[in-house]
């Protein structure tokens, strides 16, 4: 097709030098054929056909050409992945330092205590104080034995006791203590209760007129921590007498039957 073209092209452009009337006619072969250039000198050269044209003519593109761009993507898109997946390895492979893991679990927001005991009794009734803490990028408003689902921690299994030393607010029912911004004679204490997997999300990519789609899952790692104390404010006593409390009954009303 594109030679066909080619040829149609020439013969338009013979017909218009031919059809002048200042230049003496030529024929086809004398049109075709360019004359050598005196001053310029070409060795070991051939003029061909299709040397008459200065410059290049690019017809309609073929689909080699966008098969070779969707194959430059995907070789891109798996260096990165393969980049990722090693530098998930190493983080994983790595030996951490006792003092490296401490500043480590400094610097997200908490501190591991040492695994949890049979004799230890950590989980206390409720009490009417909240505490508002930040683990990572993540802020938390909890109470006494509420249960928190936050990012895979690092260093810690389950059973595990934690002190969250990031805590930006303290409230009572008789006061409040404001962080600037973090309290530091404040603490909420936790225990790791399990590490578990988030509901899946689906991330598509797609760009138009280049049959290019790609459909990938992620699951984000959680865990799950359960407060069991909150340190550095005065709580109030809830005094309570030794009688049950009777919720109150009410006496139904009597209504009239027809007779």
Not at 19 to 25: D, I, N, V
Not at 48 to 71: A, M, P
Not at 166 to 194: F, M, N, W
Request: hydrophobic share 35%; glycine share 4%.
């Amino acid at each position: 097709m594109a030679h066909r073209r080619c040829l149609l092209s020439l013969a338009r452009h013979a017909t218009a030098v031919i059809s002048q009337k200042k230049m003496p006619p030529l024929s086809a072969v004398e049109v075709l054929t360019r004359k050598p250039n005196p001053a310029v000198t070409i060795p070991n050269s051939e003029l061909s056909w299709f040397s008459f044209w200065s410059h290049s003519r690019h017809f309609s593109s073929s689909k080699s050409e966008d098969s070779e761009t969707e194959v430059e993507v995907e070789m891109e898109e798996a260096s990165d992945v393969e980049a990722e997946n090693d530098n998930a390895a190493s983080d994983l492979g790595r030996d951490y330092s006792p003092e490296e893991k401490e500043a480590e679990a400094a610097a997200i927001g908490y501190k591991v205590l040492g695994p949890l005991q049979r004799s230890d009794r950590v989980f206390k009734d409720y009490e009417p104080v909240f505490a508002v803490v930040q683990i990572g990028s993540h802020q938390f408003k909890v109470s006494n034995g509420d249960s928190i689902f936050t990012e895979r921690l690092k260093f810690c299994e389950v059973n595990d006791k934690l002190i969250l030393n990031k805590v930006l607010l303290l409230g009572s029912p008789t006061q409040t203590i404001i962080g600037r911004p973090i309290l530091p004679d404040a603490a909420v204490h936790a225990v790791v209760e399990e590490h578990a997997l988030d509901a899946k999300v689906i991330i598509f990519k797609k760009k138009r007129r280049k049959n290019y789609r790609r459909t990938k899952g992620h699951r984000q790692e959680l865990t799950k921590l359960r407060i069991t104390d909150i340190q550095g404010i005065e709580k109030q006593e809830i005094k309570t007498d030794g009688k049950p409390l009777k919720a109150a009954v009410k006496n139904p009303e009597k209504i009239a039957a027809a007779v």
